[in-house]
């Protein structure tokens, strides 16, 4: 897999970071302008849900940026 870079995303590209050791991935949507659109809630439970902003790097949390064709 190529490594991908911000300026390789197009506004609404599918993109994701894996956590915690490959356990899970974390999915969100490049709004453009180094934001990411994405669900936020505590963990295994439905508490706080929210659909957020957030910049790339946050949304990464020192991941490797990887995005679905």
Known sequence: MKKI???DLIRGDHIFVRRKGLLYS???IYGGEKNVIHFKGAEKEKRDPAVIITDTDNFLNGGKLRKLN
Do not use: D, P, R
């Open 26 to 28: 974390h999915h969100g």
């Open 5 to 7: 870079t911000g300026e």
